[in-house]
């Protein structure tokens, strides 16, 4: 399914005012993540990127060698009357395998671990109460491993990052879920 969309991250980043709110998740690599999480109804849009490092303004070669702590993440913006955050954290939960560290797939490094980063307390609660959830559902062999942080600076990559697959015409890549 392809929705078309305006991409509302960039008015989002110059302060013109939007009536959506921002979700930030890392689920390995950004492209696929970003492929499906764009395509649900109610998301406005998406940009792929890195948080949650040490250093200011990290280009993808500086996070692909380890060496700034950022995980590869999608921002998202969404227009929570037509979607939720219950809604798209559940994707996310489903969409990698939240129990792997440091890796999903044959991707394997520090920026590629499962990341949630909250944007305000109803995100944390959210968040911390859905992987709480699943952890005592026994459905998973393993722990979630997840981390879920307060969001920090998202930068956002380099442009040839971005919407990559869906500017190729092609399907993403394969995601790994534990379920």
């Known amino acids: 399914m392809t929705v078309s969309k305006t991409n509302d991250l960039d008015a989002v980043s110059t302060g013109t005012p939007v009536a959506t709110q921002l979700a930030s998740f890392g689920a390995g690599c950004f492209w696929g993540v970003e492929q499906i999480l764009s395509r649900l109804p109610g998301v406005t849009g998406t940009a792929v990127g890195y948080m949650g490092g040490t250093v200011t303004g990290p280009t993808y070669e500086q996070v692909c060698r380890g060496t700034t702590e950022h995980a590869e993440v999608v921002q998202v913006s969404f227009d929570p009357e037509r979607i939720s955050y219950d809604a ?74 971005q919407q990559y697959f869906d500017r190729r015409g092609v399907d993403g890549c394969h995601l790994y879920p534990a379920w």
Do not use: C, N
């Open 88 to 161: 798209l954290i559940d994707v996310f939960w489903h969409l990698h395998d939240p129990t792997q560290v440091d890796r999903q797939g044959p991707d394997v490094g520090r920026q590629y671990r499962s990341m949630v980063f909250t944007h305000d307390d109803a995100q944390a609660t959210i968040a911390k109460a859905t992987r709480d959830a699943i952890d005592a559902s026994g459905t998973l062999r393993r722990k979630v491993a997840t981390e879920i942080l307060p969001a920090t600076t998202f930068w956002k990559g380099e442009a040839y990052h």
